[in-house]
Structure formats: C-alpha cells, structure tokens
C-alpha cells in the first residue's frame, strides 16, 4: 500500500511514519507540502498517487487558534477539502486525525462518536470543518491529549493542569491502531485514545509516580485561575469513549498506566 503521511514531522506524525514502516511510505513535513497549498496538494498526490492519504498536518496551537482564524481555517478545514480532492483523483481515500475539542464538553458521560459536536473553540471548530470535508468512504480518528516521545510542550501541559477530564493518549499507541483501520480500510468517524480517564491534575500526578516521584508535589489550579494565559477555553469532559471501536470488536489502545511507565523510562534514559 502507498501510503501519504502529511505533517510528517509532528508529534503523530512522526509516530505514523514509523509505524508504517512496512508500507510504501511517502513522508512529507511542513516544508514539503503545505497542505492548505490547493496546487501544491493536487500536484503532490496526483504524482505520488498514494491509495491512502494519512493527514496528521494540523495547526494545533488551540490559544493562537483564536486569533488566528484563517489559519486555522486554513490549515484544519480547507485544506482537508484540497487532501480528499485528491485522493478522489486518484481513487484513493483519507484517514483524517481530529480532537476531543469538537465537543463542548457539557455532557457527564463519555463522548460517543455518534454525540453532536459543539466546539467551543476556534481550533475545535476548524477541526470539526475539517471532518466535515470527508465522506462516509473516508475515516475520522479522533484522539485526546496526546503525548509522546516526539515533541510536547511540557509547559502548555502544566498550563492545561485544571479541572478538565479526559483521556490521556499515547502517539505511538494512537499510531498503531490508525495503522489497523488503513490497513483493514475501515471508513467512518472513530475514537481512539488510551484507557483511564483522569483530570489533568491526576495524570500530572500519576506521570510523578511512574517516574518514581512523590505526586503531592502537584497542586490543582482552577480552570478559572488559567483564563487569562489561555484565550481559547476547553472542553470541561472531553472523555472519548471509544465506541465504535469497541462495537466493531477491535482491540482498543491499553489502560495509560503501562505505555506512561514506559515513556517516562524512555525519556529518562534520553
Ligand atoms: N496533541 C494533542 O493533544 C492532540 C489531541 C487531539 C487531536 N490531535 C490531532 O492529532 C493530529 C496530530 O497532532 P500532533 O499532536 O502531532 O500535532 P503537532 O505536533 O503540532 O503536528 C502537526 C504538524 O502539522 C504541521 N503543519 C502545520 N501546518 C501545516 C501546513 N499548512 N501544511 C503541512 N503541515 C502543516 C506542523 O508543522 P510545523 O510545526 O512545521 O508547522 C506539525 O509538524 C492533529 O490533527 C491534531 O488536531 C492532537
């Protein structure tokens, strides 16, 4: 299978591409291909004519989001349109990546795919403009507070240290079961994140213990305490139960406590 990864180079990204690493490959960054680019996209796809366009390009900085609209528009909506136009030219599909943020988290149980988006951010509303570029043909993996190797921002995490609740997610985890729905060329909306769902503040804690820590060194902040450093606000729930994963008898991504353990060893040995 040829396989188009886009925002090669991110957090995801970078995770996809190794775990493609059987496939036919084309990884392209930022540099490469600008996905809001209509021209760029076609000519890219039209000459590497991929049978399976894997979109982790996304402008992800959610506060910057908010005053940056047409880039957010831009990079989150528009430019799936341009993806999916070319993947239909070359009779290839798309499997998008998208966010917990299209929910406004007002619900008390665990989101389901099939639970109406009303995202209260810029970023969650150009990622949900993105989703609806797709067709029924295409897949949709939504994930949540993603960490990994890769990347991260340990600052914007500590930043995010409030009341919310969700499910932490692991890139490289999250990576293999996009992997399972290209390769078993699963279409449809899909939650995908690791087991467990916590506050930031739980799972602030929990990184402390798996690193051999003391967890009372972490001391909760009110949301509304964060309000002036983070113009766009978050979803208070943004549990992503992963239904139709679940549903269609597909193996979900581990409980967070095992693949945190094995991060944080990880990062520890550099
Ligand atoms: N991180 C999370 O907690 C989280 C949670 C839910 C959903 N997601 C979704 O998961 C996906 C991957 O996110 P991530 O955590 O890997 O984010 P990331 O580390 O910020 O990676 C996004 C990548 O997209 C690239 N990019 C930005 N604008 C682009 C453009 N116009 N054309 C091509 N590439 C562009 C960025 O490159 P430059 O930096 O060079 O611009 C970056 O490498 C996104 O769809 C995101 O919405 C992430």
Same mark, same amino acid.
């Given at each position: 299978?040829?396989?188009?990864? &886009?925002?090669?180079?991110g @957090?995801?990204?970078?995770? *996809? !591409?190794?775990?493609?690493?059987?496939?036919?490959?084309?990884? !392209?960054?930022?540099?490469? *291909?600008?996905?809001?680019? +209509?021209?760029?996209?076609? /000519?890219?796809?039209?000459?590497?004519?991929?049978d399976?366009?894997?979109?982790?390009?996304?402008?992800?900085?959610v506060?910057?989001? %908010?005053?940056? &609209?047409?880039?957010?528009?831009?990079?989150?909506? *528009?430019?799936?349109?341009?993806?999916?136009? /070319?993947?239909?030219?070359?009779? #290839?599909?798309?499997?998008?990546?998208?966010?917990?943020?299209?929910?406004?988290?007002?619900k008390?149980?665990?989101?389901?795919?099939?639970d109406?988006?009303?995202?209260? =951010?810029?970023?969650? +509303?150009?990622?949900?403009?993105?989703?609806?570029?797709?067709?029924?043909?295409?897949?949709?993996?939504? &994930?949540?507070?993603? =960490? /990994?190797?890769?990347?991260?921002?340990?600052? +914007?995490?500590?930043?995010?240290?409030?009341?919310?609740? #969700?499910?932490?997610?692991f890139?490289?985890?999250?990576? !293999?079961?996009?992997?399972?729905l290209?390769?078993?060329?699963?279409?449809?909306?899909?939650?995908?994140?690791? @087991?467990?769902?916590?506050?930031?503040?739980?799972?602030?804690?929990?990184?402390?213990?798996?690193?051999?820590?003391?967890?009372?060194? !972490?001391?909760?902040v009110? &949301?509304?305490?964060?309000?002036?450093?983070?113009?766009?606000?978050?979803?208070?729930?943004?549990?992503?139960?992963?239904?139709?994963?679940?549903?269609?008898?597909?193996?979900?991504?581990?409980?967070?406590? /095992?693949?945190? %353990? +094995? *991060?944080?060893?990880?990062?520890?040995?550099?």
């Amino acid at each position: 299978m040829r396989i188009l990864i &886009t925002g090669a180079t991110g @957090q995801v990204g970078r995770e *996809l !591409v190794d775990v493609f690493s059987d496939h036919d490959v084309v990884a !392209v960054d930022h540099h490469r *291909l600008d996905v809001a680019d +209509r021209d760029a996209v076609l /000519g890219a796809v039209t000459s590497i004519r991929p049978d399976v366009i894997v979109n982790s390009a996304a402008y992800t900085a959610v506060d910057a989001c %908010e005053s940056e &609209t047409d880039t957010a528009w831009s990079v989150n909506a *528009l430019a799936v349109r341009h993806l999916a136009e /070319g993947a239909r030219r070359v009779g #290839g599909w798309v499997c998008h990546l998208s966010t917990d943020y299209v929910f406004d988290g007002s619900k008390t149980e665990p989101y389901v795919e099939w639970d109406a988006p009303n995202p209260v =951010s810029m970023y969650g +509303r150009s990622k949900l403009g993105g989703e609806l570029e797709l067709s029924p043909a295409d897949t949709i993996v939504r &994930t949540s507070w993603v =960490s /990994g190797y890769h990347g991260g921002n340990m600052v +914007r995490t500590i930043l995010r240290l409030a009341a919310e609740h #969700g499910h932490p997610t692991f890139a490289d985890d999250l990576a !293999v079961i996009v992997r399972r729905l290209v390769i078993d060329r699963r279409p449809g909306l899909f939650h995908v994140t690791n @087991q467990g769902a916590v506050s930031w503040y739980e799972f602030a804690r929990a990184v402390l213990t798996a690193a051999g820590l003391d967890p009372d060194r !972490v001391n909760p902040v009110a &949301t509304a305490d964060l309000l002036p450093v983070r113009p766009a606000p978050r979803p208070a729930n943004s549990v992503l139960d992963n239904a139709a994963l679940r549903l269609s008898g597909v193996p979900l991504a581990p409980d967070f406590h /095992g693949p945190l %353990e +094995r *991060l944080v060893a990880r990062l520890r040995d550099g």
